[in-house]
């Protein structure tokens, strides 16, 4: 039969656009509530800007003052090698080009300092140099480009600066570098601790040379050290998963992040699976039980669960840029191909260097794609930000999105009758299963969010 049983044991009709969001009737709610992750798309509805007036529309908004909270992110496009398991891949590294591209980005930054946009409004309350991989960038030009993102632009004076990277390229020189010129926030992207499945990917370290690697960092006393585990990569079972969860937690790390693999269709992941060189990518199933598994540990030993993959062991670890930017926080986008977003519109600055490098001499900013956010998009990132978080205002919801509820009601019984939410007091909190199926909520609401907008119009016209 087709469609997904609802609370009642009833079918949804296969012709509802809900249909697909309905959880299984029966079985552990953590392992066998959807068959498939849906993924959420933030900028879905968005109106994309036609081409010849892009330049116009970014211009009146580089005009206009911030209002709101506001974070900025760089991102840097180099990786020395493509993971396997990455689907962020953009520009093979090479030492030539460190210099230069931040020469770009500090010439970029000084230009946009004199506008409304960066210039006027409330403190910045984040950095995020992300990427491809920052710390490929040689030691003195990721110092001095962090102390340009601080002389330009106007940061709080607790602004969480984060450089994002791996082990394999930040020495401890490079990270007193970037220490010294501002930076209080380490992500490293460990992904796993056993050496032969990181050799697998395309990860050079060792497990001795990671574990000496954050203890370094640690011991300089200053920036918070975070690390990012990827569950359910090939090779990996419930005890080396357990391994990794303990070596993160015995080190002494202020935060680590559990991220549930993703297999892109077409990505290098795949064809090396189908060709036979990797062993399967665990099983949904199987990823929802390690999920589990290092939830557990890491709240039990005491650690903050922050959102649905961060966790925090000190208090040094705020994971202030993840929280804001996903709560719809104005953000400034700085670098090749970052993406941007105030006043109502989003956009991206151009990934490719030559591209980006012919846009400035011509004296254009270097963007593309910049599109309209839609009128509920207030409601969508309350809802991507509550779910992350574990609880949503369903009052505050509908006061932005008038309709979503009733729209939303068969999933909402269905959701709890299946054990992923709780509602008390027009609160929806997620239980653990919802918390590992939080993407198929957050899309589903999204979806309720659509149709309510829909009958919005119909009645109005």
């Known amino acids: 039969m087709n469609g997904q049983p609802s609370m009642a044991g009833r079918k949804a009709p296969a012709a509802d656009p809900l249909a697909r969001f309905f959880a299984a009737g029966e079985g552990d709610p953590l392992t066998s509530a959807f068959t498939a992750r849906v993924p959420v798309m933030p900028w879905r509805n968005a109106t994309p800007v036609p081409p010849e007036e892009t330049a116009?529309?970014?211009?009146?908004?580089?005009?206009?003052?911030?209002?709101?909270?506001?974070?900025?992110?760089?991102?840097?496009?180099?990786?020395?090698?493509?993971?396997?398991?990455?689907?962020?891949?953009?520009?093979?590294?090479?030492?030539?080009?460190?210099?230069?591209?931040?020469?770009?980005?500090l010439a970029e930054l000084e230009r946009a300092a004199g506008t409304a946009l960066v210039a006027e409004g409330p403190p910045i309350a984040a950095v995020y140099l992300g990427g491809g991989t920052p710390t490929a960038l040689a030691a003195a030009d990721l110092g001095r480009l962090i102390v340009g993102l601080r002389r330009h632009l106007p940061l709080a004076a607790d602004c969480e600066i984060t450089v994002e990277g791996r082990i394999h390229d930040f020495p401890i020189e490079k990270a007193k570098a970037a220490r010294d010129g501002g930076a209080n926030r380490f992500s490293l992207g460990v992904q796993s601790f056993d050496?032969?499945?990181?050799?697998r990917l395309g990860r050079k370290a060792s497990r001795a040379q990671i574990e000496r690697a954050l203890s370094e960092l640690l011991a300089l006393n200053g920036p918070a050290v975070i690390a990012d585990l990827i569950y359910g990569l090939p090779g990996q079972d419930s005890r080396t998963w357990q391994v990794d969860v303990s070596t993160a937690m015995a080190l002494g790390l202020d935060g680590v992040d559990v991220y549930a693999l993703n297999v892109w269709q077409h990505g290098p992941l795949a064809k090396a699976i189908v060709r036979g060189k990797l062993p399967q990518a665990a099983a949904l199933a199987d990823q929802a039980r390690l999920y589990d598994d290092a939830v557990s540990r890491l709240v039990d030993a005491g650690w903050r669960q922050l959102s649905q993959a961060h966790f925090g062991r000190t208090t040094v670890e705020r994971n202030r840029y993840n929280r804001l930017v996903k709560d719809g926080a104005v953000c400034l986008a700085f670098g090749a191909g970052a993406g941007g977003s105030a006043h109502g519109l989003s956009w991206r600055t151009i990934p490719v260097l030559d591209r980006r490098a012919e846009a400035i001499a011509a004296g254009r900013w270097p963007i593309e794609g910049i599109a309209r956010l839609p009128a509920d998009h207030a409601a969508r990132t309350r809802v991507i930000t509550s779910l992350d978080l574990g609880r949503l205002d369903l009052a505050a919801l509908e006061r932005e999105a008038p309709g979503v509820l009733a729209t939303a009601e068969p999933l909402l019984a269905n959701w709890r009758a299946a054990g992923l939410i709780n509602i008390v007091d027009e609160v929806m909190t997620t239980t653990r299963a919802g918390a590992f199926w939080s993407v198929n909520l957050t899309s589903g609401l999204h979806a309720a969010l659509d149709l309510a907008a829909q009958g919005t119009a119909t009645r109005a016209a």
């Open 195 to 199: 050496t032969t499945i990181r050799r």
């Open 56 to 105: 116009a529309v970014y211009a009146d908004a580089l005009a206009r003052r911030r209002e709101d909270t506001t974070v900025a992110y760089l991102h840097v496009p180099f990786c020395h090698n493509h993971c396997l398991f990455c689907g962020f891949f953009q520009t093979v590294w090479h030492p030539d080009l460190s210099a230069p591209f931040v020469d770009d980005v």
